[in-house]
């Protein structure tokens, strides 16, 4: 099998990889009979010299590849007729905007493997939003809240190098008794308390962040029962509450 590694080409670009350089050439080393190819771009985190540095080939034709892995849509007319693609096409709920892109792919005679479908023998999902998506997005957040208010001016989480980089521009900041609401419990809502625990926001109880006043910021981590209710006043249930959602009202602007 040949695999080939495709450039970014929507715009904004994004600087992200199907596999990092290490991971090449692990791969390769574990399938001897495995070919990986890499398209050369100048938007990656990752450079085409970084690449090369490890073995990789650079091949700025992937017609030869048997599959071709990007992240973010590919343009309809960057598509090879015939081929099995990995990307997130952003066409599984429906979306109206790449409807064209599907159609596309239907005439190419494109066999699409969508990232966002892909899931384990539980039925969760192995790739989508996670523990990185909840640092940048508290990190986001938390430098909107700087620049709103002219209190600090963070460099912004996409022109960082690393998540190291990132938590020592925290260091620069104090924030004033901020109330900050975590939403969820999983890997996003972790990795957004992660960012938050860098600071030193001290965690409180939902009764804490409603009925008390704090001279320091602090956050609460709420869940679906604690801003959901059922419409009959029966004990929540989250089986009944993600397979019926129109039985319950939010609650969450009224507490």
């Given amino acids: 099998m040949k695999i080939g590694i495709l450039r970014e080409e929507k715009v904004p670009h994004d600087k992200r990889v199907p596999f990092t350089p290490v991971q090449c050439k ?4 574990q399938f001897s009979e495995l ?3 890499v398209q050369p771009a ?9 690449y090369r540095s ?3 080939v650079l091949q700025e034709d992937l017609s030869d590849c048997d599959v071709l892995m990007g992240v973010k849509e590919i343009p309809k007319d960057k598509l090879i007729p015939g081929k099995k693609y990995l990307f997130f096409s952003h066409t599984i709920k429906k979306q109206a905007h790449n409807q064209a892109l599907l159609q596309t792919i239907i005439e190419k005679k494109i066999q699409l493997i969508d990232y966002e479908c ?9 790739i989508g939003f996670g523990r990185f998506a909840g640092l940048v997005g508290a990190y986001n957040g938390i430098m909107a809240y700087g620049l709103k208010y002219g209190l600090f001016n963070l460099k912004p989480a996409h022109l960082s190098h690393d998540k190291k980089e990132v938590f020592k521009e925290l260091e620069k900041i104090n924030l004033p008794n901020l109330k900050i609401v975590v939403t969820g419990g999983g890997r996003v809502a972790n990795g957004a308390m992660e960012t938050l625990g860098v600071l030193g926001i001290r965690k409180v109880t939902a009764y804490e962040f409603l009925h008390y006043s704090f001279r320091e910021p602090v956050y609460v981590q709420l869940h679906s029962e604690d ?5 009959d006043g029966s004990v929540f249930s989250n089986q009944v509450f993600y397979h019926h959602p129109e039985k319950f009202d939010c609650t969450f602007a009224n507490r």
Avoid: S
């Avoid at 692990?26 to 080393?29: A, K, Q, T, V």
């Avoid at 100048?42 to 970084?50: A, G, V």
């Fill in 42 to 50: 100048i938007f990656r985190c990752y450079t085409d010299e970084e």
């Fill in 54 to 56: 490890h073995g990789i």
């Fill in 26 to 29: 692990y791969l390769l080393e």
């Fill in 227 to 231: 801003y959901y209710k059922t419409k």
């Fill in 118 to 126: 892909l899931i384990d023998d539980l039925g969760h999902r192995v």
């Fill in 35 to 37: 070919k990986i190819v």
